[in-house]
Every structure is written in C-alpha cells, then in structure tokens.
C-alpha cells in the first residue's frame, strides 16, 4: 500500500514537472495581459495628438482588462497641453512627443516617473486623388510647382512642427518653400487640413499617416527624423493607483505591438 501511494506521487510530481517543463520551453503560448493590477475610478490622460490611433487602441485593451475603470482622454499639442497641466489641469498621466516638455514639469515639482515610452517619425502625406509622387520624390516633392500651400503643425507649441522645420532645413528646403505653410494647432488638425483641401500636401506624424482614417485617403513617405517621445505621472494626480498601472501598460508586449504599427518605435 505504501509503495503504491509513493509511486502515485511521483508519477503526479512527474506530471507537474513535465507541465512546467513544457511552460517554460513554449511561452509563445502564454498571452501577456497588459498588465497584472487592476485598475479602478476614472483616469484622465493627456497625450500628443500623434498617439490618436494608437492610445485609442491601447486604452481599448486597458479597459477590457480593467472594466472598473474608465479612461478620459484629451489630445492636443504637447505645449498646449503643458500649459494646461501647470495652470492645473486635472490629468493623471501625460504623454508628450517630445522630452522637453515633460522634464519641465519634472523639474517643476508637477510630476514623477518621467520615462521614454516611444520615438516618433515624420512622413510626406497627400490624398490618393494628388497627382504628386510623394513615395518616390518625399521632401523634394514639395518642390512641386502646382503646390500652393503646404501643412506643417505650428512649431511654436507642437514637437512635430519643430521637427518638421528641421527636417527641412537639414534638407536645405526650408527657405524655398517656408512661404506656403499653413499651420495645424498640432499634428491632427495638419493632417485635417490637407484632407479638407486647404493644403496641397504636409509633413504630418507617421503614426496618423498610417492610421486607417489617413492611409484609405492618401498616400505617404516616411523622411529622416527621430522625435524622443517621454511621459510622466502628474503629482497632483487624483488616481495614481490606475496612472500606474497606465504605465506599466503602456509597456506591455501587446502595447509595444500597437505603437510598431502605427510607426512608433517604443523604448
């Protein structure tokens, strides 16, 4: 009897050994949540106009797997937004596309946690209907001489528009066609412009050109720029318990998947 009932545990031991054994060697099969903490009340993010789709899509998830809390969303232009948190705002977590902002407000005393979550990039964007070869000719294509305006975001408050004029001036552009700019409040309100008809063609984030409301309706080229995107956690934050677990989500596997689509690479 008794060796009976010892041989029983070892063959049960052996069984869960082998479970753990096959675990390990095939973790392609075990879905990452985006993160492990529940989330609960109401979260208020702030995020450049550029996270659109994605964050959309991320906070999709996060609610899913946190239907205890929801998620208030305000985009804009980061120095508008900014503005807004220091003149006291009541956001929990702010998302910038660029690192200036958000070390400001580090070093204010508004903020903690400050970190790097993805790098943005700019593209050439026209609709279909443009006889403009944008793919092949990219910043050259603003040469084109039946362009009468052209759509940058205002670089006074919006990183993407800052780089923008960059861009063009590391590509010796910039003087020759600085004439015809209209400027968006941000990056989505350039990207409107050129799908209304007020601007031939613009330089707008390669996370909205490859969203599914643009990329039906134009066509684009990514061009050379990198914009260092960073966030922090606002001090003043009246749910820091969901601002965390926001955080930690915004890491995930399954959150870094999205941002790669829509061109982000995350950090």
């Not at 050129?194 to 599914?212: F, H, T, V, W």
């Amino acid at each position: 009897m008794t060796k009976s009932l010892t041989k029983s545990r070892i063959l049960i031991f052996g069984f869960w050994a082998f479970l753990v054994s096959f675990a390990m060697g095939h973790r392609s099969f075990v879905i990452s949540p985006l993160h492990a903490a529940q989330a609960t009340g109401q979260l208020r993010i702030a995020a450049a106009s550029d996270l659109k789709f994605a964050l959309d899509e991320i906070i999709v998830r996060f609610t899913n797997q946190n239907p205890r809390c929801t998620v208030k969303t305000s985009y804009g232009a980061s120095g508008n937004l900014f503005a807004q948190i220091q003149n006291g705002a009541p956001f929990d977590i702010f998302f910038s596309a660029d690192t200036n902002y958000p070390h400001r407000l580090l070093e204010n005393g508004h903020a903690t946690n400050y970190f790097i979550y993805a790098e943005g990039h700019l593209a050439v964007w026209v609709l279909k209907r443009s006889p403009i070869d944008v793919e092949k000719r990219g910043l050259q294509s603003l040469l084109d001489p039946s362009i009468r305006k052209i759509a940058i975001a205002n670089p006074a408050h919006a990183p993407y528009g800052r780089a923008a004029v960059a861009a063009l001036k590391d590509a010796g552009l910039y003087e020759r066609v600085s004439s015809k700019f209209v400027l968006g409040e941000n990056v989505a309100q350039t990207a409107h412009f050129i799908q209304s008809g007020g601007a031939d063609i613009g330089i707008i984030a390669l996370s909205l050109a490859r969203s599914p409301a643009l990329s039906d309706q134009g066509r684009h080229r990514k061009i050379p720029s990198r914009l260092e995107q960073a966030a922090i956690l606002l001090r003043r934050s009246s749910n820091p318990n969901a601002a965390r677990a926001f955080r930690e989500a915004i890491r995930s596997p399954e959150a870094r998947s999205i941002l790669e689509r829509y061109g982000l690479t995350p950090k």
